[in-house]
């Protein structure tokens, strides 16, 4: 069995989101699958990545991640900010 490396509990949730990566770019539509204190599960049907990019959950309310895994459309983040 493999062992949970979380350092918080995760929430399941199906909630829009959008990922910005930058200058010069536009914010793309993902769903956030599942999170937690430090960080996220998506589903994203767009092939790019960046290693870091903002998850916009609100308006008034962004954090700032760091790719960890991916498989598919499929990725998990860390928040860093």
Known sequence: M???RRKS???LCRRLAKIYWGTGTLP???TITD???GGVKV???FVEIPPEF???FAPDHQRKCRLRW???CEFGAE???
Request: hydrophobic residues 40%.
């Open 2 to 4: 493999l062992a949970n």
């Open 54 to 56: 903002t998850i916009i």
């Open 43 to 45: 589903v994203a049907e």
């Open 79 to 81: 928040f860093i900010d």
């Open 28 to 30: 793309r539509d993902c």
């Open 35 to 37: 999170i937690s204190d």
């Open 9 to 11: 509990e995760r929430r």
């Open 70 to 72: 991916r498989i598919g």
